[in-house]
């Protein structure tokens, strides 16, 4: 399957736009932009982990999303989806992923959403994640193939200007360190005329 991006939007009160793909064998890829890094950071949740949120669902009663930083780093967060990722990979930002599977897989028909902006809850709506999830990217991308092609191609481009931007603040440094070695050369030069001269 090609590696190309399908944009997306978190369901919650500030709705944050996010990129994800997911391969042939069920690994989810989620890029996301964080608001003082240069690029963004793609997450990788792995299908062994899917497979156990899937099951975590499996009672079929609605699962909190239950992904508050400050609560799942001091361990005062309710059980729900967070949690549960948080308990497969202790990271507060890989169980902030909740938003964005919550997302996905609302989209996709694998869960169903209480339509709550705060308090959101989840309902497994269908156990085959996997089939329903690889359907709904690839009919993304036909969807808005042009558009996939589009973001991915204009992303391209501003890493690329991320980068000229960078090569061109360290090569200024550079000039600047230059210039520097020569004014000291300048000045020795000085220092050994005056010394010559006398």
């Not at 999303?65 to 990979?89: P, R």
């Not at 204009?154 to 004014?183: A, P, V, W, Y």
């Amino acid at each position: 399957m090609a590696a190309f991006w399908s944009r997306s939007r978190t369901l919650g009160t500030k709705p944050k736009g996010f990129s994800w793909r997911i391969d042939n064998r069920g690994n989810l890829f989620i890029k996301r932009k964080f608001r003082n890094s240069h690029f963004p950071r793609i997450d990788k949740i792995s299908c062994r982990h899917l497979d156990r949120l899937c099951e975590f669902m499996q009672d079929r009663e609605w699962k909190a999303l239950a992904n508050n930083a400050a609560k799942l780093y001091t361990g005062t967060e309710k059980d729900g989806i967070g949690k549960f990722l948080y308990k497969l990979h202790p990271e507060v930002s890989y169980a902030q992923l909740s938003s964005h599977l919550g997302a996905i897989f609302y989209q996709a028909g694998v869960w169903e959403w209480n339509k709550e902006k705060r308090g959101m809850e989840f309902l497994l709506l269908s156990e085959n994640w996997k089939e329903k999830t690889i359907e709904y990217y690839r009919d993304s991308l036909n969807f808005g193939s042009e558009t996939a092609f589009f973001d991915n191609f204009m992303e391209f481009k501003e890493e690329d200007k991320t980068n000229k931007r960078q090569k061109q603040q360290s090569q200024k440094g550079q000039i600047e360190t230059f210039r520097g070695i020569d004014k000291v050369r300048e000045i020795e030069q000085m220092k050994l005329s005056a010394f010559f001269r006398d």
